[in-house]
């Protein structure tokens, strides 16, 4: 009996260990959605539009961005981290304006971004069709479930065609209350390719909010 005990604890530790190897492992490809390599950048072009209650007024940006991935480091945590560089510019004539610095963050259950000191949840592994979060659970915004609507699927942007891609979106609403949209593209071994976001609040036909689209211009390795 001991002996049948032994070797049955013996299977279940070796398929755990396996199970554990298996999700290391797709973990580790996963993570090629975000570019993490030092002196890397992407570009975009981004549409900002702008509802301001109080003037009652909307405006509309049409700029250039570039996200240049200055440095790698280890954050508090101890995870593998880069820091990213964000540039602006209104023109291709005229010269890269620095806006901020956002931080990108990995380990074995996410991937976090760090925008303006708010961290949210912009990857969550495993990527699966099952899998739902909440993007701003470690900040004080509004709840933002998401979840995989795409994996691994090849994607087409700006006559661009990809192998594999990723979409992450959230329940689209739309009423005399409030909009809201939220969705990323990531494409591996770039990163964002293209994001939507609606956050809108509506006080009869004042409008409070934004949206905000980005698309990819030009990625370098």
């Known amino acids: 009996?001991?002996?049948?005990?032994?070797?049955?604890?013996?299977?279940?530790?070796?398929?755990?260990?396996?199970?554990?190897?298996?999700?290391?492992?797709?973990?580790?490809?996963?993570?090629?959605?975000?570019?993490?390599?030092?002196?890397?950048?992407?570009?975009?072009?981004?549409?900002?539009?702008?509802?301001?209650?109080?003037?009652?007024?909307i405006d509309t940006l049409n700029y250039q961005l570039k996200e240049l991935n200055e440095s790698s480091f280890k954050d508090n945590l101890g995870r593998?981290?880069?820091?990213?560089?964000?540039?602006?510019?209104?023109?291709?004539?005229?010269?890269?304006?620095?806006?901020?610095?956002?931080?990108?963050?990995?380990?074995?259950?996410?991937?976090?971004?760090?925008?303006?000191?708010?961290?949210?949840?912009?990857?969550?592994?495993?990527?699966?069709?099952?899998?739902?979060?909440?993007?701003?659970?470690?900040?004080?915004?509004?709840?933002?479930?998401?979840f995989y609507t795409s994996v691994h699927k090849p994607y087409t942007i700006n006559n661009n065609k990809y192998d594999s891609s990723i979409t992450i979106e959230s329940v689209i609403t739309s009423n005399s209350v409030k909009e809201r949209a939220y969705k990323e593209v990531y494409v591996k071994n770039i990163g964002l390719v293209y994001k939507n976001i609606v956050f809108i609040d509506k006080i009869g036909m004042l409008q409070r909010g934004r949206r905000l689209n980005y698309k990819l211009l030009k990625h370098v390795p």
Not at 10 to 37: H, M, P, R, W
Not at 44 to 53: F, G, K, R
């Open 1 to 57: 009996m001991r002996l049948l005990s032994f070797y049955i604890i013996l299977g279940i530790s070796l398929a755990a260990c396996k199970k554990d190897q298996f999700e290391s492992v797709n973990t580790l490809s996963d993570k090629n959605y975000i570019s993490n390599k030092a002196g890397s950048y992407t570009e975009y072009s981004v549409q900002e539009i702008i509802y301001d209650d109080f003037k009652n007024t």
């Open 80 to 146: 593998n981290s880069i820091r990213v560089d964000r540039y602006q510019r209104f023109s291709d004539t005229l010269n890269w304006d620095y806006i901020n610095t956002w931080y990108t963050s990995f380990d074995l259950h996410s991937i976090e971004r760090v925008e303006n000191n708010i961290r949210k949840t912009i990857i969550s592994f495993p990527i699966s069709e099952d899998a739902i979060w909440n993007s701003n659970e470690f900040n004080m915004e509004y709840v933002n479930n998401v």
